[in-house]
């Protein structure tokens, strides 16, 4: 089946259209979300874009991330989920989203669990942005405020084109959205690079308590809701410090445990060379790339340690 063909078919038949995003969203998600409610409203289509949680305020300057709502448990006639690899990213967007008449899953993480009628998934793909520039393109829908919206998603997603998820399809992409009229210096440093005050703080705080282990091999940081009080900060806060760890020339396996609520961590995983992050993440229920994953485990700090300090010292 022709599944990009289909999805153009589906988008044009439709007037109402929801479009979801995952929990705790980054800029891969809500750029290619808020790409496509752009070009669909370019088009005379009713729109609604919709997380479950506020837009991050460092994603307040994405246009259109001021109309990005809550839920609202509605039934629409066509739901488009974006970067989301299986149903339970979309937290308490899933019965919204399962109750509209035709789903659509677009998304590129290598772990994705199919969870709609419709899916296009290419896990090769660097950021789900080039999926949806794919439609967007087979549309004719592209124009200056999309092309800037997926140009800026790339560049999340991609670590400004320095992961290894990079390929020349990536650079491709940024080429052809590169022709359209924004500033794409303002962009990169609009959603990659400018941080708050306080985040700078936060980052500062955490790496300064970086642990090491296997002779620099395994790096770990730990948020925890000190760190944010005295800050002022949030988990949403976190994203990004990982790769300071990264940056790092001896460093295989970097963890970035956060403190979402008493006992329980949001762990953001980052590999290189032979070492596979999603399966890390996968022996939590987690999933992702192969050099970028995520879970979530419960208990007590230390044990969330030890069980993670354990598989990665098996893998260095």
Same mark, same amino acid.
């Given at each position: 089946?022709?599944?990009?063909?289909?999805?153009?078919?589906?988008?044009?038949?439709?007037?109402?259209?929801?479009?979801?995003?995952?929990?705790?969203?980054?800029?891969?998600?809500?750029?290619?979300?808020?790409?496509?409610?752009?070009?669909?409203?370019?088009?005379?289509?009713?729109?609604?874009?919709?997380?479950?949680?506020?837009?991050?305020?460092?994603?307040?300057?994405?246009?259109?991330?001021?109309?990005?709502?809550?839920?609202?448990?509605?039934?629409?006639?066509?739901?488009?989920?974006?970067?989301?690899?299986?149903?339970?990213?979309?937290?308490?967007?899933?019965?919204?989203?399962?109750?509209?008449?035709?789903?659509?899953?677009?998304?590129?993480?290598?772990?994705?669990?199919?969870?709609?009628?419709?899916?296009?998934?290419?896990?090769?793909?660097?950021?789900?942005?080039?999926?949806?520039?794919? /439609?967007?393109?087979?549309? &004719?829908?592209? %124009?200056?405020? *999309? !092309?800037?919206?997926? @140009?800026?998603?790339?560049?999340?997603? $991609?670590?400004?084109?320095?992961?290894?998820?990079?390929?020349?399809?990536?650079?491709? /992409?940024?080429?052809?959205? &590169?022709?359209? %009229?924004?500033? *794409? !210096?303002?962009?990169? @440093?609009?959603?990659?690079?400018?941080? $708050?005050?306080?985040?700078?703080?936060?980052?500062?705080?955490?790496?300064?308590?970086?642990?090491?282990?296997?002779?620099?091999?395994?790096?770990?940081?730990?948020?925890?809701?000190?760190?944010?009080?005295?800050?002022?900060? $949030?988990?949403?806060?976190?994203?990004?410090?990982?790769?300071?760890?990264?940056?790092?020339?001896?460093?295989?396996?970097?963890?970035?445990?956060?403190?979402?609520?008493?006992?329980?961590?949001?762990?953001?995983?980052?590999?290189?060379?032979?070492?596979?992050?999603?399966?890390?993440?996968?022996?939590?229920?987690?999933?992702?790339?192969?050099?970028?994953?995520?879970?979530?485990?419960?208990?007590?700090?230390?044990?969330?340690?030890?069980?993670?300090?354990?598989?990665?010292?098996?893998?260095?």
């Amino acid at each position: 089946m022709d599944v990009q063909g289909e999805i153009v078919k589906q988008l044009t038949k439709a007037n109402d259209i929801a479009i979801f995003c995952h929990t705790n969203p980054d800029g891969d998600a809500l750029g290619s979300m808020l790409a496509l409610a752009h070009a669909l409203r370019q088009r005379g289509k009713k729109v609604g874009t919709f997380c479950d949680m506020p837009v991050p305020a460092h994603y307040n300057c994405l246009d259109g991330s001021e109309l990005v709502s809550l839920p609202d448990n509605e039934a629409h006639e066509l739901a488009v989920s974006v970067d989301c690899a299986d149903a339970d990213r979309l937290g308490k967007c899933i019965r919204s989203f399962m109750s509209a008449k035709k789903q659509i899953c677009i998304d590129h993480h290598k772990s994705f669990s199919r969870f709609a009628e419709i899916c296009y998934v290419d896990g090769n793909a660097a950021a789900c942005a080039q999926l949806v520039y794919d /439609i967007l393109d087979r549309m &004719k829908a592209l %124009d200056d405020t *999309s !092309a800037k919206l997926l @140009f800026g998603a790339i560049v999340t997603d $991609s670590g400004c084109f320095a992961y290894s998820s990079v390929t020349a399809e990536t650079f491709k /992409i940024a080429q052809e959205l &590169k022709k359209y %009229d924004f500033d *794409s !210096a303002d962009c990169v @440093f609009k959603v990659f690079r400018s941080t $708050s005050l306080a985040r700078f703080k936060l980052k500062s705080r955490v790496l300064n308590k970086a642990k090491f282990f296997e002779d620099g091999k395994i790096a770990l940081i730990v948020f925890d809701h000190s760190d944010f009080e005295a800050t002022g900060t $949030s988990f949403e806060d976190t994203e990004g410090v990982i790769s300071e760890l990264m940056d790092i020339d001896c460093v295989k396996i970097a963890y970035a445990i956060s403190e979402v609520s008493k006992m329980s961590f949001k762990v953001s995983i980052r590999t290189r060379d032979s070492v596979d992050a999603s399966e890390i993440a996968s022996r939590f229920g987690g999933g992702g790339h192969r050099n970028a994953a995520g879970c979530r485990l419960n208990g007590f700090l230390e044990d969330v340690v030890e069980k993670l300090l354990n598989l990665a010292k098996q893998r260095v």
